[in-house]
């Protein structure tokens, strides 16, 4: 069974720092271009941040560049995402997805992340 | 980065209604659109692919259409379960931009 799991949210004060995981399993992980997409509360989805098919390239946000980096561990079939600086604006649920070459199929159940002092 | 423009943002409908959701690219995104249905508190799901390829699983009642830089969700007889928030997604060119969502509510 395909499957993301998200971790490594919960509540830190601005200008603090997070480190999301994204564990993946029951696909060759290493072979699929990933994003992390967020989601304020009652607001619409955002893409933030992805590794392009190769995983030589990143991509950013213009709300997330130079705050936050995205890397992954293929032998640890794990996507990470460093959220540094972080903003009040930063306070949504992140998700994981695994992205194909029209559309991102499979997604995670997402972990809150809560800007707040 | 090229915008999407969903319309309507909101839509009040009955079950067995035909509904038709639009979704406006700021430049031409060919056929690289995705369509996606979240209900609350879960993540989304993928319902169509490449403007028009019904992803397996998904009820027949929904298709997709359009190319370039308009396009539409249509559902042919809204269902119960269908009453959900929908959003389009261009994978042309990065940022992966979404449009800004239609919630569907039941009239």
């Known amino acids: 069974e395909v499957q993301l799991v998200e971790s490594g949210g919960g509540l830190v004060q601005p200008g603090g720092s997070l480190r999301l995981s994204c564990a993946a399993s029951?696909?060759?992980?290493?072979?699929?271009?990933m994003s992390w997409v967020r989601q304020a509360p009652g607001k619409g989805l955002e893409w933030i941040s992805g590794?392009?098919?190769?995983?030589?390239?990143?991509f950013y946000a213009d709300s997330v560049k130079g705050r936050f980096t995205i890397s992954r561990d293929n032998s640890k079939n794990t996507l990470y995402l460093q959220m540094n600086n972080l903003r009040a604006e930063d306070t949504a649920m992140y998700y994981c997805?695994?992205?194909?070459?029209?559309?991102?199929?499979?997604w995670g159940q997402g972990t809150l992340v809560t800007v707040s002092s | 980065d090229i915008q999407l423009t969903q319309s309507p943002s909101f839509l009040s409908a009955s079950v067995g209604d035909r509904v038709t959701i639009t979704c406006r690219a700021s430049?031409?995104?060919?056929?690289?659109l995705a369509w996606y249905q979240q209900k609350a508190g879960k993540a989304p799901k993928l319902l169509i692919s490449?403007?028009?390829t019904l992803q397996s699983g998904v009820p027949s009642r929904f298709s997709g259409s359009g190319s370039g830089t308009e396009f539409t969700l249509t559902i042919s007889s809204l269902q119960p379960d269908d009453f959900a928030t929908y959003y389009c997604?261009?994978?042309?060119?990065?940022?992966?931009?979404f449009g800004g969502g239609t919630k569907v509510e039941i009239k």
């Open positions: 997604q261009q994978l042309k060119s990065y940022s992966l931009t």
């Open positions: 490449a403007a028009s």
């Open positions: 997805a695994t992205k194909s070459r029209y559309y991102f199929d499979c």
């Open positions: 029951g696909f060759t992980f290493s072979n699929y271009a």
């Open positions: 590794f392009s098919g190769s995983g030589d390239n990143t």
């Open positions: 430049q031409g995104v060919t056929s690289y």
